[in-house]
């Protein structure tokens, strides 16, 4: 008879108690085990305001593996690892700590999942969030800050990035509208890939445009479900954070079709 295993995996923000929240999840691994409403399908997760997320496989039975894995933003030394790991072995646990070293890694050697076309005057405020936001999740995203090297052609570069990833994530605002340059070449692209290969590869995010810019733009774009980026406006930062991080992980989801757990 075949069956299959339960493993764990968390995501920890950065913080200065990262020992003890690993080691308080290691003391409570029962409630994750058990709690079947953390048996989803599901590659990546995320809450904020807890600052753990839960990461969980599909498919599971009764069994558990014993082993979890650990992603975390703060940078452990060997004294704290060795300390955790036999922590965790007392325990008869088997654990995988990865550091932000090694989602670097990743994140330079996968290929990506998608690729990032915005103007360059929105880096700050949303192309930059969503590539970090979405590598935290350990999905993988073609992303200038990321993905050029000196000595890159641009417009190869570019091309080639359009070409190999599954779908491409458009930042709509009035400074992308208004970029003649790089910003509708990439957009052309992108069209024209769409429409030789018969394929709905663009997830359009808005963000301070009307349906009226986006036809002007583009008469196709406005029939395309679009993620609507928060604004400032009559919130406070704290709100603010929260919903950018909602839409990352529904664009995490339209990505990679797991969705994020909330508990």
């Known amino acids: ?44 997760g995320h809450v904020s305001d807890t600052k753990v997320e839960g990461l969980i496989e599909k498919d599971f039975k009764n069994i558990f593996s014993n082993r979890i894995y650990f992603y975390s933003e703060t940078q452990l030394d060997s004294k704290q690892l060795l300390r955790l790991y036999d922590f965790a072995a ?13 989602m670097e890694n990743r994140q330079a050697y996968d290929k990506p999942v998608a690729f990032i076309s915005h103007d360059w005057k929105d880096k700050d405020k ?18 200038d800050e990321y993905s050029l090297r000196v000595g890159d052609s641009l417009r ?29 070449y990439e ?9 030789i290969n018969k394929e709905k590869i663009i997830i359009p995010i808005w963000y301070g445009v009307k349906k009226e810019d986006i036809f002007k733009y583009s008469t196709s774009l406005p029939d395309t479900i679009a ?8 919130k406070d930062e704290e709100q603010y954070k929260k919903e950018v991080e909602q839409l990352i992980s529904k664009l995490h989801t339209a990505l990679t079709g797991k969705s994020g757990v909330d508990y």
């Open 1 to 44: 008879m075949e069956f299959s295993t339960k493993s764990l995996a968390f995501y920890i923000h950065e913080s200065k108690d990262t020992i003890d929240i690993i080691g308080d999840i290691l003391n409570d691994v029962g409630v994750y085990i058990n709690d079947d409403s953390l048996k989803i399908d599901l590659k990546g």
């Open 90 to 102: 007392a325990k008869g646990l088997l654990i995988t700590i990865r550091s932000t070293n090694y």
């Open 126 to 143: 949303i192309a930059r969030p969503l590539a970090e936001g979405l590598s935290k999740r350990l999905c993988s995203v073609w992303y």
């Open 156 to 184: 190869e570069s570019i091309e080639k990035g359009i070409r190999e990833v599954e779908k491409c994530i458009v930042v709509l605002t009035k400074n992308y509208l208004n970029n003649h340059g790089w910003g509708k």
């Open 187 to 195: 957009f052309d692209s992108i069209f024209t890939r769409e429409r």
């Open 227 to 234: 993620l609507i980026w928060p604004s400032l406006k009559n």
